[in-house]
């Protein structure tokens, strides 16, 4: 039987037990050589394998690039070609609301709702007055947008789209 000290035992040491078994401890740089240098080496070779991939993906990326490149430049002169078909137009410097009467003589409407008088073309106009529903009014110019009306003894502006049949009728 023997009573020293096993592999299995958790004081056991490496020095003793390269005494009782007649052999040497390896050298660290052996260690070194035997270990470190190849994962070292791999590394590196893993390293440079991603890196020569890497570059093959980002020369793809710039071929890629470099085709869309060329159709979106295809397509801008494509646009820049199409412009130079258009038409210039001036724009005035003012806008200008056409209030050129299309009706040659007055008509008689009855509101239909409740309808705002203002003293100008636009919402930004002041209101006169608020129209009650059922008010007897005269068109007295149809614009495009803007027509001129009379109300009771005052005058001005009814929105198109409220100067039409829907909101001023025939028959009060």
Request: charged residues 25%; without cysteine; glycine residues 4%.
């Given at each position: 039987?023997?009573?020293?000290?096993?592999?299995?035992?958790?004081?056991?040491?490496?020095e003793?037990?390269?005494?009782?078994?007649?052999?040497?401890?390896?050298?660290?740089?052996i260690?070194l050589?035997?270990?470190?240098?190849?994962?070292?080496?791999?590394?590196?070779?893993?390293?440079?394998?991603?890196?020569?991939?890497?570059?093959?993906?980002?020369?793809s990326?710039?071929?890629?690039?470099?085709?869309?490149k060329?159709?979106v430049?295809?397509?801008?002169?494509?646009?820049?070609?199409l412009w130079?078909?258009?038409?210039?137009?001036?724009?005035?410097?003012?806008?200008?609301?056409?209030?050129?009467?299309?009706?040659?003589?007055?008509?008689?409407?009855?509101t239909?709702?409740?309808?705002?008088?203002?003293?100008?073309?636009?919402?930004?106009?002041?209101?006169?007055?608020?129209?009650?529903?059922?008010?007897?009014?005269?068109?007295?110019?149809?614009g495009?947008?803007?027509?001129?009306v009379?109300?009771?003894?005052?005058?001005?502006?009814?929105?198109?789209?409220?100067?039409?049949?829907?909101?001023?009728?025939?028959?009060?």
């Amino acid at each position: 039987m023997n009573m020293g000290k096993t592999l299995d035992d958790e004081n056991y040491d490496d020095e003793e037990y390269f005494r009782q078994h007649n052999k040497k401890p390896i050298p660290w740089w052996i260690w070194l050589v035997v270990v470190a240098i190849p994962i070292v080496f791999i590394v590196t070779v893993v390293n440079l394998l991603e890196a020569r991939r890497s570059a093959e993906v980002l020369n793809s990326l710039r071929e890629e690039f470099a085709s869309y490149k060329e159709k979106v430049d295809s397509l801008d002169n494509s646009v820049t070609e199409l412009w130079k078909l258009v038409p210039s137009t001036t724009t005035p410097t003012t806008p200008t609301t056409p209030t050129t009467p299309t009706t040659p003589t007055a008509i008689e409407r009855y509101t239909t709702v409740n309808l705002n008088l203002r003293r100008g073309a636009g919402s930004t106009f002041e209101k006169i007055v608020v129209m009650p529903r059922g008010s007897k009014v005269i068109i007295l110019e149809e614009g495009l947008e803007w027509s001129k009306v009379r109300f009771t003894d005052r005058e001005g502006k009814v929105h198109e789209g409220y100067a039409n049949k829907q909101f001023l009728s025939d028959r009060p």
